[in-house]
């Protein structure tokens, strides 16, 4: 017969080992659990992440039927009514005939909820329906147009997808400044309004002045030719000519990411002579950064020419003065729809694209 505490050893070793044994057990389940949520997300995480992709794939089709609706649209006409207009112009010998076929497709258009006016109704002379007949004729290759559902304009279009809802704003090639066109004390002093320090805004505007000219000389002395760009590893000289997409501003000395998506807020990229900005899009910090006039200056300037709109007379001989000229030298009140900028905004994201409306392409979105 065993002592009692012998046995009480044996016991509790195995109880030792017993709970050692729970403990190792539930670690493992913890790490399995741990690397199973590592593997695949949680359920909240995937549905998350399901529903901004088909969101974003939503506003992609939303951007494609925008830029169809930016289009004329052409409407087919229903070939029952080109056959009751052929009906029309035959003008068959005899009239019970004419009245039997007439009465025929009134009928059949009429199951469809399609109504006819009477021939009667039509223009008529002593001679007959001749020229109610010529113009119907006429018609009959003709296709009703409908103007575009979109066009350039300040307010946004309001479009609704389901539950979610998005505001469509489209605007025109001059409702920012172009990059490709802006100079240098323009450019200087719009991108001291766009918060960058004035001593970084004026040696970051001379190297984007100098990445698209096609001389040598560094604009200001301050510039950045091919002598700096070719001392890089790797080298790479620059354009000489005008910026073609965003993605090149990287290669630009002084340039960041993040100024780069600055850059494609506040700019566009257009052709080398359109330098003016529209005056109905551009804020005044925008306008006097782009005249160099002082801001009292340009605000009394959009009055006068506000009121010379409305009233056909000028105030006070301001549109008469030098002022006047150097802002119609740098601003506009006409729209340049060769491009297009097209914004689909959601409460969780931005959709941009810029639309070449003259090629009928996508230049840029993101």
């Given amino acids: 017969m065993q002592s009692p505490a012998r046995l009480f050893s044996r016991n509790g070793q195995g109880g030792f080992i017993l709970l050692?044994?729970?403990?190792?057990?539930?670690?493992?389940?913890?790490?399995l659990l741990k690397l199973g949520q590592m593997q695949s997300p949680s359920p909240l995480s995937m549905e998350k992440k399901l529903s901004h992709e088909v969101q974003h794939r939503e506003e992609l089709l939303l951007l494609d039927f925008v830029i169809a609706g930016m289009q004329a649209q052409k409407l087919p006409t229903d070939p029952r009514y080109l056959e009751y207009q052929r009906i029309l112009a035959a003008s068959p010998r005899a009239p019970s005939e004419l009245d039997d076929q007439v009465a025929?497709?009134?009928?059949?258009?009429?199951?469809?909820?399609?109504?006819?006016?009477?021939?009667?109704?039509?223009?008529?002379?002593?001679?007959?329906?001749?020229?109610?007949?010529a113009t119907v004729a006429a018609d009959e290759s003709r296709e009703p147009v409908q103007g575009a559902l979109f066009q350039?304009?300040?307010?946004?279009?309001?479009?609704?997808?389901?539950?979610t809802e998005y505001s469509i704003q489209l605007l025109p090639a001059n409702a920012l400044p172009n990059l490709n066109a802006i100079p240098f004390d323009a450019l200087s002093r719009?991108?001291?309004?766009?918060?960058?320090?004035?001593?970084?805004?004026?040696?970051?505007?001379?190297?984007?002045?100098?990445?698209?000219?096609?001389?040598?000389?560094?604009?200001?002395?301050?510039?950045?030719?091919s002598e700096y760009y070719s001392n890089l590893q790797p080298s790479y000289a620059p354009r000489n000519a005008p910026i073609r997409t965003w993605q090149e501003l990287n290669y630009i000395r002084g340039m960041t990411p993040q100024r780069v998506h600055l850059f494609r807020s506040s700019f566009?990229?257009?052709?080398?002579?359109?330098?003016?900005?529209?005056?109905?899009?551009?804020?005044?910090?925008?306008?006097?950064?782009?005249?160099?006039?002082?801001?009292?200056?340009?605000?009394?300037?959009?009055?006068?020419?506000?009121?010379?709109?409305?009233?056909?007379?000028?105030?006070?001989?301001?549109?008469?003065?030098?002022?006047?000229?150097?802002?119609?030298?740098?601003?506009?009140?006409?729209?340049?729809?060769?491009l297009a900028r097209i914004q689909i905004a959601s409460p969780e994201n931005v959709l941009t694209a810029d639309y070449d409306i003259q090629h009928k392409r996508i230049v840029a979105w993101w």
Avoid: C
């Fill in 20 to 31: 050692y044994v729970a403990g190792m057990i539930a670690a493992i389940a913890i790490i």
């Fill in 104 to 133: 025929w497709l009134k009928s059949m258009l009429a199951q469809f909820h399609f109504k006819i006016d009477d021939r009667n109704s039509a223009a008529t002379t002593e001679k007959g329906s001749t020229s109610g007949q």
């Fill in 152 to 163: 350039v304009r300040k307010e946004p279009y309001k479009f609704k997808l389901g539950q």
């Fill in 190 to 225: 719009y991108l001291a309004v766009l918060d960058i320090p004035d001593n970084e805004a004026k040696e970051l505007a001379a190297a984007l002045i100098d990445w698209r000219d096609p001389d040598n000389f560094k604009t200001e002395g301050i510039g950045a030719e």
């Fill in 268 to 338: 566009m990229l257009g052709s080398p002579e359109a330098i003016a900005v529209s005056a109905d899009y551009a804020s005044p910090a925008t306008l006097t950064a782009m005249t160099g006039l002082k801001p009292e200056i340009v605000k009394d300037l959009l009055k006068a020419y506000i009121t010379l709109n409305e009233r056909g007379a000028d105030v006070g001989g301001v549109l008469f003065s030098q002022d006047a000229t150097i802002f119609e030298r740098a601003v506009t009140w006409g729209s340049d729809t060769s």
